[in-house]
């Protein structure tokens, strides 16, 4: 299927506008902060709450959505882990994704702020999202969670992140969990796949800004063969929970994403894969200028509380 004409477009203005070509840290917030600013507006909410976990550098700070159709009990909960390149990214400007899996899902959603890089090197960001893990766990009955029904989910790498912790959790059985849920994510650093090759450049994501974030993720020099940093490589799956995965046309993750998910239908645990036609990375978080991202969302927040039910 050929590309979005919505999204052809937008790629068209971003690509005249003067993005700086090799940008510095900041640079790189600064403009991951302005793209989503083009989220465009969110479902609503019933409550948001700021919330406190235990975290190996110190307090995690996260928020917790609660949806308009909460009633008094346990609703199916979330971890929930924004992308950026480990790099960028924060509680504000993935906010809108957040809360729309909240609203779509019928379920609680923990947005988690965990170390970026370079200030705090990989692995920092994947020790936060795994204490995170446990500390929803432990403390799922006080956030309206039902113990029972948890997920993680990540975007990008977000992703990365989600499904390090998910092997980190199935590896040591603690804590359990019902479902992981992995949007456009960075599974593989190691090689060139052929979606990587073939959107390199032009297709918001660019193999450039994937080799900037790696660079400053791990100053010290990455393994880019290390499981926690690409989680494809991990040889075994086994007590990996359900898995939901959704990748889009036009991404240069997309094999990645498709060839976990069918390692993980292999193992039995890959429930559902959807691959976003005429899409590129990050769609799902451009409703201003793709609407098809609503549509996308409440795809993916429906198949998680139908995982969860």
């Not at 959505?65 to 609703?75: F, H, M, N, Q, T």
């Not at 989600?162 to 479902?179: E, F, N, S």
């Not at 889009?248 to 976990?260: I, K, N, V, W």
Request: proline fraction near 7%.
């Amino acid at each position: 299927m050929p590309l979005d004409p919505r999204v052809k477009r937008f790629l068209e203005v971003l690509a005249a506008g003067n993005a700086a070509v090799d940008p510095t840290v900041l640079e790189r917030r600064e403009q991951l902060a302005e793209l989503m600013k083009l989220g465009g507006p969110a479902p609503p909410i019933g409550r948001i709450d700021t919330v406190s976990l235990p975290g190996p550098g110190g307090p995690l700070n996260a928020r917790l959505y609660s949806p308009v159709e909460a009633r008094a009990g346990l609703l199916p909960g979330i971890l929930y882990l924004h992308g950026g390149g480990l790099v960028a990214g924060n509680l504000d400007t993935h906010a809108s994704i957040a809360q729309s899996l909240a609203h779509f899902g019928v379920c609680r959603v923990l947005a988690l702020d965990y170390r970026l890089a370079p200030e705090h090197a990989f692995p920092a960001a994947l020790d936060d999202a795994y204490a995170a893990l446990k500390g929803v766990r432990a403390r799922a009955a006080e956030y309206g969670m039902d113990p029972a029904r948890l997920a993680i989910c990540g975007d990008s790498a977000g992703g990365t992140l989600a499904a390090a912790a998910c092997q980190a959790a199935a590896r040591a059985k603690d804590p359990p969990l019902a479902l992981q849920v992995l949007i456009c994510p960075i599974l593989d650093y190691s090689r060139r796949s052929g979606s990587r090759a073939q959107f390199a450049n032009g297709y918001l994501l660019d193999q450039a800004t994937l080799d900037h974030d790696l660079l400053h993720c791990m100053p010290g020099g990455a393994d880019a063969m290390d499981a926690r940093l690409s989680p494809l490589r991990t040889r075994d799956l086994s007590g990996i929970p359900r898995t939901i995965i959704h990748t889009a046309e036009f991404d240069p993750l997309r094999d990645e994403g498709r060839e976990y998910f069918e390692r993980l239908a292999h193992t039995g645990t890959g429930l559902s894969y959807t691959c976003h036609a005429g899409m590129i990375h990050l769609f799902y978080g451009l409703g201003a200028v793709i609407p098809y991202a609503r549509t996308a969302l409440e795809c993916i927040g429906r198949e998680i509380g139908a995982a969860l039910a």
